[in-house]
């Protein structure tokens, strides 16, 4: 405000003038711009184009772990009868075999 | 397979199948409809997920002071266990919470604290996987540093402010939607044992498996 004052008399005129151009230059976008809502309203169902859908969400959680276990079921046997093939085997290998173990022929 | 497993196999096997016509059975909730019955699964696989861990703790913690050498193979076989179950956590509750809050993933308490929880195990499988010798006492080490976390996840929900909805919601649930949560728990809990078992042999005959290798070669 003090430049204002300071200010020769035709450039404040001119500063003047340039702002209220601008606030009526905007005043139109200004009353463009959406109001905020003055009450809620209430509706018995949403749009649908504004729902996010609940089913897929639910089916994608729902067959994950289903999938996911089915999978980890799958690959625990898989590891199991590996292993246990392995260690009978080694177990066999070191076993001598019976005749020779025992003397018979 | 001994045949208590196999009971308890085929038990959770037959509850699981069972387990979607009891979920649909249950009401949808009020404000957020269909979308909260993922929390049926999501929430066993969040207690399991927990469990695991301290089991996990628990078993290197036995192995590591009381030079219990089984007890490896058992925090091997809750370790992968916590994976498993850490991740039903992690993707069935950002499915939740797309429909329930807007978006996938909110960096709250309980949430981050659940991630860094099944990052440290997915830390301890590789460290267990590629870490050479000496990986079991390193690893048992970690796992006890690991389960502390629990305690954090746990309370999370109680003590700072977050989204996620409290521990209290379980005890104040309506009969009818407390009677489908505890029958997964039921089956979650019993496919968790069976798993456990079989998966704490497979690290014991592997054990078993290394030591007759040694003494071949010895």
Do not use: C, I, R, S
């Given at each position: 405000m003090r430049r204002l004052r300071e200010m020769p008399g035709r450039l404040k005129a001119a500063s003047i003038g340039v702002m209220l151009g601008l606030l009526l230059f905007a005043s139109p976008n200004v009353n463009a711009q959406p109001q905020p809502p003055k009450d809620f309203v209430a509706v018995d169902e949403t749009a649908p184009g504004e729902q996010i859908p609940a089913i897929p969400l639910v089916a994608t959680a729902y067959g994950f772990i289903w999938v996911v276990l089915m999978g980890y079921v799958w690959s625990l046997g898989r590891r199991l009868r590996k292993v246990e093939g392995e260690l009978a085997e080694l177990e066999s290998r070191r076993k001598p075999p019976f005749a020779e173990a025992t003397g018979c022929k | 397979m001994t045949r208590p497993t196999l009971y308890m196999l085929a038990l959770a096997a037959g509850m699981f199948a069972m387990a979607p016509w009891i979920i649909n059975a249950a009401p949808n909730e009020?404000?957020?409809?269909?979308?909260?019955?993922i929390y049926f699964f999501h929430m066993p696989s969040a207690w399991m997920f927990l469990i695991s861990a301290l089991v996990a703790g628990v078993a290197s913690a036995r192995f590591l002071?009381?030079?219990?050498?089984t007890a490896d193979g058992w925090a091997v076989a809750a370790a992968e266990l916590t994976v498993l179950f850490g991740s039903f956590t992690l993707v069935t509750g950002p499915l939740w919470a797309r429909k329930?809050?807007?978006?996938?993933?909110?960096?709250?308490p309980r949430l981050t604290s659940s991630l860094v929880l099944f990052l440290m195990f997915v830390a301890y499988l590789l460290l267990r996987r590629?870490?050479?010798?000496?990986s079991d006492k390193l690893g048992a080490g970690m796992a006890i540093f690991s389960m502390f976390n629990v305690v954090f996840v746990w309370v999370s929900v109680n003590y700072w402010r977050t989204i996620h909805p409290p521990t209290t919601v379980v005890p104040t649930l309506p009969v009818e939607m407390g009677i489908p949560l505890w029958y997964c728990v039921t089956a979650f809990t019993l496919l968790y044992i069976v798993l456990l078992r079989l998966r704490a042999r497979l690290e014991h005959q592997r054990t078993r498996v290394d030591a007759l290798y040694l003494a071949e070669e010895s």
């Open positions: - | 009020a404000t957020m409809g269909l979308v909260y019955k002071f009381f030079k219990k050498a329930a809050w807007g978006v996938w993933w909110q960096w709250d590629f870490g050479g010798p000496g």
